[in-house]
């Protein structure tokens, strides 16, 4: 066990994400990925679902751990997500999209001395990963739920109504 290392509990709302993220995280020898069930991590590391604004993985992971610095990864939040989110002591907040390995590494490393954020830096940041070039994102938040519901082998019908558009 890495003892001089940075302790990073994990936290999603599904185990293929958390898998993506402890596979990630496990690459750097610096960090050591810790059960979430203990009250032993240095930093967290949460991924809500791009759609849920009540942040329920990052309460959860605040309950179970305290409040410690963290790294969120999420869609776009409203002003009250990201008062949320720093006051739960988040120091990064990340789209899905923007998550790569050498960056999530870096944010975990950096939350784990960075001061207290506040909700319009959180948001500031969030905008400064999904902007590409010239200032516009790739795909935005809906656009990349369908693709993901696509690669899942959804239907039209199941994406229609999963995206909530009801057939008349």
């Known amino acids: 066990m890495n003892t001089s290392g940075i302790r990073v509990a994990v936290y999603t709302a599904d185990p293929l994400t958390r898998a ?12 050591e990925v810790v059960p979430s069930d203990g009250r032993d991590a240095d930093v967290l590391v949460a991924a809500e679902d791009p759609v849920e604004h009540g942040l329920p993985v990052l309460r959860r992971a605040v309950a179970e751990q305290g409040t410690l610095p963290g790294v969120l990864i999420a869609g776009p939040l409203p002003p009250s997500g990201h008062r949320s989110a720093a006051t739960a002591g988040v120091r990064s907040l990340m ?5 790569r390995q050498e960056r999530l ?3 975990v490393m950096a939350a784990r001395s960075a001061v207290e954020t506040s909700a319009g ?3 500031a940041g969030y905008d400064a990963l999904v902007e590409g070039p010239g200032g516009s994102s790739r795909f935005h938040e ?3 739920r ?3 519901l696509i690669a899942e082998g959804k239907d039209t019908a199941e994406i229609g109504a999963a995206m909530g558009v009801g057939s008349t």
């Open 146 to 148: 369908v693709l993901r």
């Open 105 to 107: 590494i870096a944010e």
């Open 121 to 123: 830096r959180l948001a």
């Open 142 to 144: 809906r656009e990349i």
């Open 95 to 99: 789209p899905r999209a923007a998550v």
């Open 20 to 31: 993506g993220l402890v596979g990630m995280l496990s690459r750097a020898a610096v960090l």
